[in-house]
Structure formats: structure tokens, C-alpha cells
């Protein structure tokens, strides 16, 4: 009875949320304890939810990406899909796919979330924040095609860019020159 005495509510509260595991001794003094404190079964049950809600944003907050490492590597949010801009424009919520990526291409999926992400206008621009994730769901598999299919198309783009370049070196030459021509024009003026 008197180690019950010295223990916070939220230790007490635990402590009657399990109190299936405790000697038939214990109950009495933690009810007797319970009483004395005023805490009834409906303050033990709105522990149990308030504990239930932080476990799950405990999830969720894990479930956010941390920053892509050096080499891209990490974990990001791709797709967008069931957007929901808030009307008055601070912030705007949406369903994405977490990927795991290498070298910032989508790799694999991990999970679908509904995400939150604020809107912050900075010099008449409007500047979305990171993406917090609110609510894990299935896995949405066309939006996670999708973004397949537009990555691989990338690849394509920039593999024929490659290609394109091999066959023609010269216009790496007149890449970011733009008094190439008239330069080059009045070079051979001159001679």
C-alpha cells in the first residue's frame, strides 16, 4: 500500500491497466489507491486511449522520412493522389507511397499514408514543408505503378539524352555558350 502512495497517476494508471498480472494483495492496494485519488475505471479507460493515440502517432512519426543521406539514399513520399488544399491555403493534405530510394530512383514500397503538408508563402511563393504522415493504409498499388512507370520513363530520357550526346560530342561544345555562333562568326570575320 505505501509503494502505491509514492507513484505518479500516470504510474498508477499503468499499473491498473494491467492489473490482471497482479497478486489479489496488490489489487486491493492499488484499488484502495485508486479510490483515495478519485481515479475511476473511466479515467483508467481514457489512460488506455490516450496511451493508444501516442503509441500510434509513435508509429506514424517513425513512419516519416528522414532526410535522404548523401548518395540518395533513404526514405521519401512519391505520388500524389485524393489531394485535399485547404481553402484558406496553409496547408494541404493528400494520399502518398513511402519509398525506399538509391540514388533518389524509387526502389520499393513500404507503405501508403495520408499526409499533411504545410503551405507557407515566402516572397509571393508558395513553400510546401516536409510531409508529416497521419494515417498508414494499404498499399495503393496503381499509384505505386504509376510512379514506377514515370521513373523508368525518366531512365529512358536520360539514357537517349546519353545516347544522343555519344553520337553528337559537338554539342557538348555549345552547351551553355550562347555567343558561340556570333563569337565563332567573328573569329572567321576577322581572319
Known amino acids: 500500500m505505501a509503494e502505491y502512495q509514492f507513484l505518479t497517476v500516470d ?3 499503468n499499473l491498473a491497466e494491467d492489473r490482471e498480472q497482479l497478486t ?4 486491493v492496494a492499488l484499488d484502495s489507491e485508486l479510490i483515495r485519488r478519485r481515479l475511476f475505471p473511466s479515467d483508467i479507460a481514457a489512460y488506455r486511449l490516450q496511451r493508444a493515440d501516442a503509441d500510434n502517432a509513435d508509429k506514424l512519426k517513425r ?5 535522404i543521406l548523401s548518395g540518395g539514399f533513404g ?4 505520388g500524389k493522389t485524393n489531394r485535399h488544399p485547404d481553402p484558406s491555403g496553409l496547408f494541404e493534405q493528400y494520399d502518398a507511397t513511402l519509398w525506399f530510394v538509391v540514388l533518389w530512383f524509387p526502389v520499393f514500397p513500404i507503405a501508403s499514408y495520408t499526409v499533411r503538408r504545410e503551405l507557407e508563402g515566402w516572397l509571393g511563393m508558395v513553400v510546401p514543408s516536409e510531409a508529416v504522415a497521419l494515417e498508414r493504409h494499404p498499399r495503393n498499388w496503381e499509384q505505386i505503378l504509376l510512379t514506377w512507370v514515370k521513373a523508368a520513363l ?10 544522343l550526346l555519344l553520337r553528337h560530342p559537338e554539342w557538348l561544345r555549345h552547351i551553355g555558350c550562347r555567343d558561340c555562333t556570333s563569337s565563332g562568326s ?5 581572319r
Open 186 to 190: 567573328r573569329n572567321a570575320s576577322r
Open 75 to 78: 526514405k521519401k513520399f512519391l
Open 63 to 67: 513512419a516519416t522520412p528522414d532526410l
Open 24 to 27: 489479489q494483495e496488490a489489487r
Open 11 to 13: 504510474e498508477l494508471l
Open 154 to 163: 525518366l531512365l529512358l530520357a536520360l539514357r537517349l539524352a546519353f545516347l
